[in-house]
Antibody
Framework: QAHLVQSGAEVKQPGASVKVSCQAS????????ISWVRQAPGQGLEWMGW????????NYAQNLQDRVTMTADTSTSTAYMELRSLRSDDTAVYYC??????????????????WGQGTLVTVSS | DLQMTQSPSSLSAYVGDRVTITCQAS??????LNWFQQKPGKPPKLLIY???NLETGVPSRFSGSGSGTDFSFTISSLQPEDIATYYC?????????FGPGTKVDFK
């Protein structure tokens, strides 16, 4: 049974950066990708991007690619999402989720089958 | 960029009702369409993957269909625990997009 545990809530000032962690357990970390999804208060889900825990390849949403960096530490089975130049509209709950892109090549688990509990990031002066 | 439309944005129904939500992609995505359920304060939960496949452990009253650009999601008999927001999500060229969501509650 996979399990993803995220870091705690953060309060940041506009213009600052935030780094959220997502520690995986219960599966082989390097066999999957980790995707990040955010949800502003009262709003829908926004896909942010993914990182391969195997080789570090990334793919970011176009509207965030200038400000976001996703990394993975295989020694601790932990993925990270850093968002820079924070604005008030970045206030949201940030989720990590496990995905398996090999699913789209005919094998593997369907994506987004396990999620972290979410991390609230508040951007306020 | 792929755009997703989802309708209705909200609906009210009685326990036992059949509920259907539709999702439309701006171009052909084959069957690369997933459905999620989200309850307040919780992460989304995968219900249906690849348009029509039920995720393990998900009750059989949930179903999905469609291919290409037009998809639907059905709850055959609405239960109290089904009150939630439902999202479609597409996969296209290594990227994902969520629909705007449908909030389901009781009449």
């Amino acid at each position: 049974q996979a399990h993803l545990v995220q870091s705690g809530a953060e309060v940041k000032q506009p213009g600052a950066s935030v780094k959220v962690s997502c520690q995986a357990s219960g599966y082989i970390f390097t066999s999957y990708e980790i995707s990040w999804v955010r949800q502003a208060p009262g709003q829908g889900l926004e896909w942010m991007g993914w990182i391969s825990a195997h080789n570090g390849n990334t793919n970011y949403a176009q509207n965030l690619q200038d400000r976001v960096t996703m990394t993975a530490d295989t020694s601790t089975s932990t993925a990270y999402m850093e968002l820079r130049s924070l604005r008030s509209d970045d206030t949201a709950v940030y989720y990590c989720a496990r995905i398996d892109l090999s699913f789209y090549y005919g094998s593997g688990r369907p994506p987004f089958d396990y999620w972290g509990q979410g991390t609230l990031v508040t951007v306020s002066s | 960029d792929l755009q997703m439309t989802q309708s209705p944005s909200s609906l009210s129904a009685y326990v036992g009702d059949r509920v259907t939500i539709t999702c439309q992609a701006s171009h052909d995505i084959a069957t690369y369409l997933n459905w999620f359920q989200q309850k307040p304060g919780k992460p989304p939960k995968l219900l249906i993957y690849d348009a029509s496949n039920l995720e393990t452990g998900v009750p059989s009253r949930f179903s999905g269909s469609g291919s290409g650009t037009d998809f639907s999601f059905t709850i055959s008999s609405l239960q109290p625990e089904d009150i939630a927001t439902y999202y479609c999500q597409q996969y296209d060229n290594l990227s994902f997009t969520f629909g705007p969501g449908t909030k389901v509650d009781f009449k």
